[in-house]
């Protein structure tokens, strides 16, 4: 079945109330004729304000990084799925290797905010991912379905209508080292064959973006790929001329 590419930039801990506007700007410019392909931005939530206000007449969706599984209360320096929304935010980034890593977040914990993101109407935006030492043992697979299965097991195949999944290897997150599109392809084919094991429906129509040092010269190769409907990107998300490219890509790719 024909699946919409997503592109979507993730600004990491970078940016400023003036970076925000003039990337906004560029973006908007860049991409305004630009059909066929989905796009979001995630800035760091500080600045959820100017990019709101900057995409105003803009297709560009907004997104966050993270988000908490409280919607109010005592849990300072959380950001609830409430608060996502007033600023019109819509695709929500969770499980980011870096939150896994720095801030120690499980396979379950990412699985709650899976489900508060549901229940508030958000699109998740999974990421899962093996690092370096697990893909060298053979584990990438394994991992995966892991990280998959805690969203499987306690919310059913049918959390993943809607939903969105980026497979990022953390090998190739900032390193300049991309997987390879016949590498990430196997990956993504086995994501969705994975969930096609439960709901074949659901597997057919999830979105499978690959995230790991995609730029505009590596982009429109994954793309001719049958399973990667879409980028996750990091660093070159900061400059409105390659992240453009990369979604030119993507539309070109996939109609
Ligand atoms: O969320 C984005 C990924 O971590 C990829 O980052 P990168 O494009 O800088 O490698």
Redesign the pocket.
Known sequence: MARRPLVMG?W?LNGSKAFTKQLVEGLKAELANVEGCDVAIAPPVMYLAEAEAALVGSKIALGSQNVDVNISGAFTGDISTEMLKDFGAKYI?IG???RRTYHKESDEFVAKKFAALKEAGLIPVL?IGETEAENEAGKTQEVCARQIDAVLNTLGASAFNGAVI?Y?PIW????GKSATPAQAQAIHKFIRDHIAKQDQAVADQVILQY????NDKNAAELFTQPDIDGA?????SLKADAFSVIVKAAAKAKN
Do not use: D, F, Q, R
């Open positions: 993730n990491k980034i980011h290797s870096e990421c980026a990022e190739a997150i900032g390193t995230g790991g040092s995609v996750l990107v990091g660093g070159a």
